[in-house]
């Protein structure tokens, strides 16, 4: 692959990253950019985990400095999140995917219309007693991450809002814990399998680290407005492809 290509995948990641970083969906991007590449599509999806991880790390060192991270929460949320994307990994082998597709467009359609109502932050003993609920979340979440994965980011987001009580900037943090677990997760599955261009991967990884900074403040100084709209463009977005895929 030439070095241009290689500059044109590092800049096409940096802006996925930012998106990622706000609202999820930065895979929509890069993911067909290896495509046009040339990759096969198992290349391709190993690749795009290999370098998307990176920008999930750093989004949440953004936001866990920043004090947005349910840091008491992140002590199980991380964990769950990667055993569930481990085992959904392996539920690729028994169910079909294809399957999935009408109902992951019918909740990605509800998880934008949520967030167009405000739900109210739950005082911080009210979240207490929920975090059961992120645990859940976190595990279930994980797993279709890592058996499907789009949506992932707007599902833990929307989640976090409307069952924990989380402001969206404080879900944007918090699903960043599970995102960057799951990512793991997969990329640990992806390298055991020989799938991940490294060549490839870690140049975008660049981008992905400069982006992931960049989108992280934009959604900490932006806060729910800019979530918000992010969100449901995202939701937008992916619905389009699923739908598209299903035709």
Request: one cysteine or more.
């Amino acid at each position: 692959m030439s070095l241009l290509v290689i500059a044109l995948l590092t800049v096409t990641a940096l802006l996925a990253g930012t998106v990622d970083a706000i609202a999820g969906g930065g895979g929509l991007i890069t993911l067909p950019a290896l495509l046009m590449a040339g990759l096969p599509p198992h290349v391709a999806l190993g690749t795009n985990k290999g370098q998307s991880v990176y920008g999930s790390c750093a989004a949440l060192i953004a936001f866990w400095r920043a004090g947005r991270v349910d840091r008491r929460q992140a002590v199980f949320a991380f964990p769950l999140g990667f055993v569930g994307s481990l085992a959904g990994a392996q539920l690729v082998l028994l169910i079909d995917k294809n399957a999935l597709r009408p109902i992951v467009i019918a909740m990605l359609f509800g998880a934008a219309l949520l967030l167009i109502v405000r739900k109210p932050e739950r005082s911080e003993d009210d979240r207490a007693s929920r975090r059961w609920i992120a645990a859940l979340l976190a595990l279930v979440i994980g797993c279709y991450d890592g058996f499907f994965g789009p949506g992932t980011g707007t599902f833990l987001i929307v989640g976090f809002v409307a069952l924990c009580g989380r402001s969206l900037v404080h879900a944007t943090a918090d699903a960043k814990v599970v995102n960057f677990a799951s990512n793991l997760a997969a990329v640990a599955t992806f390298a055991r399998h020989g799938t991940i261009m490294f060549e490839i991967a870690m140049p975008m990884a660049l981008g992905q680290v400069a982006g992931g900074l960049i989108g992280a403040r934009l959604a900490i100084k932006g806060g729910a407005k800019l979530i918000r709209i992010m969100v449901i463009v995202v939701s937008g977005a992916l619905v389009a492809k699923l739908a598209w895929d299903l035709l």
